[in-house]
């Protein structure tokens, strides 16, 4: 029997796999899915993977309104979006030398991918903020600004990988 896939932070759409919650009626396992508006569903493994459900469909109400945004409320744009200057400072450090932090970023070659040149595809990739405690940061933080390099961490976590936090050969 093949072992079971651990599709763990994947992504489908507007969806992000959390965890298995256990096997269907089928004995097919199942996982618990947040979508980028927030919302959390529930998906068969073989459905998220082959890209069959991609969002909690929560989208769907808002069709027919041209404003609409998945995961933003009916009337508001982009703009209007709590991550929106999150997306454009991350741009900014990175594409332009007149920005004070861009020595630091754009300057030493950290780059944002060209995916993310939209707002909704940088809000579909990385998801709702999960409380004001977290912000944006690069895994590794001499690659760039791409989906697989970026995570939710606490400040505490942040200041932990920072360039300038010493190391501790001496005690290894």
Known sequence: MP??????????????????????????ISWLCRCVCGRFTVVPAGAFQCGRIRSCKHHKNGSNNPNYRHGL???????????YATWCGIR?????????RY????????????????????????????SKEFTIERINNNAGYKP???????????????????TLSWLC
């Open 3 to 28: 072992k079971p896939i651990n599709i763990t932070g994947k992504h489908s759409g507007r969806l992000i796999a959390i965890r298995p919650i256990g096997k269907d009626a089928h004995g097919k």
């Open 103 to 130: 020595k630091d970023y754009g300057g030493r070659g950290i780059k944002v991918c060209r995916r993310w040149n939209s707002f909704s595809n940088f809000l579909v990739d990385v998801g709702e903020r999960p």
């Open 148 to 166: 697989s390099n970026v995570k939710w961490a606490t400040r505490k976590e942040q200041n932990a990988n920072k360039r300038s936090s010493p």
């Open 73 to 83: 409320a009916k009337n508001k744009t982009s703009k209007g979006h709590p991550l």
């Open 92 to 100: 900014a450090r990175c594409n332009d030398p007149n920005h004070p």
